[in-house]
């Protein structure tokens, strides 16, 4: 397990129990202890835990995994649910995109499609993401737009009052919505309340809502309500997804293209 993967890990448990030892994350992740020292001190410097004689406990905030942590996880099946989104998309199209890291490979999997910016107008790309708009905003075929608002340090994504404000006043052609969890009967949702909200209303302003998600978010639900299953007009998945939550997905409404 590389680094990147075992600090995803590691936050991953912690997250979990609240607390870990050195010993059992060393047992668990098979590393040494030695190594495992090392990552805690630098998670710590980095105020995402709080180290204590012999192990670790979580801040006392709402535990969010950082986007820069969710990067590795389930990467390839990301690339070819990006693909598939991507191909959805017709030039000159206005397309919402939250933050995420299966968004951001949307949106560079976008970017890569020479043909949309060969219609005379540009794609548009509204984003509430900081490191979405980083990258779209030197791509000359793209016009990026940016919501506003605070930023989160835990997903890059800007939520409040001033996002809200510009949202109400666009129409999205289709918005990619990324999200933490998405169960058959309740909808999408996000871990924090904030994201939920400006995520919310990107839906609304949208003709098109297509839900990406990975299958490990699939039969789930998490902290915030981002909309019910009734908004989501496709739900776009990786090809492990298990054949009865994509039943019951079907079921309610929900075509699920499983790439």
């Known amino acids: 397990m590389d680094r990147h993967a075992r600090l995803s890990a590691l936050l991953d448990l912690l997250g979990e129990r609240g607390k870990v030892s050195v010993e059992e994350i060393a047992t668990e992740l098979e590393a040494s202890a030695a190594t495992v020292r090392r990552d805690l001190d ?26 820069r942590y969710k990067a590795a996880r389930n990467a390839r099946e990301k690339e070819r649910i990006a693909r598939a ?7 000159g199209a206005v397309v919402g995109v939250n933050g995420g890291t299966t968004t951001t490979e949307i949106a560079r999997s976008l970017v890569a499609r020479a043909d949309l910016g060969d219609s005379g107008t540009s794609l548009t790309i509204v984003t509430n993401a900081l490191n979405i708009a980083n990258e ?13 608002g605070v930023a989160r340090p835990q997903s890059f994504e800007l939520t409040g009052p001033l996002g809200i404000h510009l949202l109400q006043e666009i129409t999205l052609d289709i918005v990619f919505l990324g999200v933490d969890a998405v169960d058959p009967t309740r909808g999408a949702f996000a871990h924090n309340e904030g994201e939920a909200n400006i995520n919310r209303l990107m839906t609304e302003r949208a003709d098109q809502v297509v839900v990406v998600a990975d299958s490990s978010k699939l039969g789930r639900t998490a902290f915030a309500h981002i909309c019910p299953t009734a908004s989501i007009d496709m739900l776009l998945t990786d ?5 009865e939550l994509v039943d019951r997905f079907t079921a309610e409404g929900v075509p699920v293209k499983a790439v």
């Open 42 to 67: 630098h998670l710590a410097e980095q105020q995402l835990l709080t180290r204590t004689r012999g192990g670790a406990v979580a801040q006392n905030i709402a535990y969010d995994l950082p986007l």
């Open 136 to 148: 779209l905003v030197v791509r000359p075929q793209v016009k990026t737009v940016v919501t506003g």
């Open 239 to 243: 090809s492990t997804a298990p054949g």
């Open 85 to 91: 989104a991507a191909a959805m998309v017709a030039p």
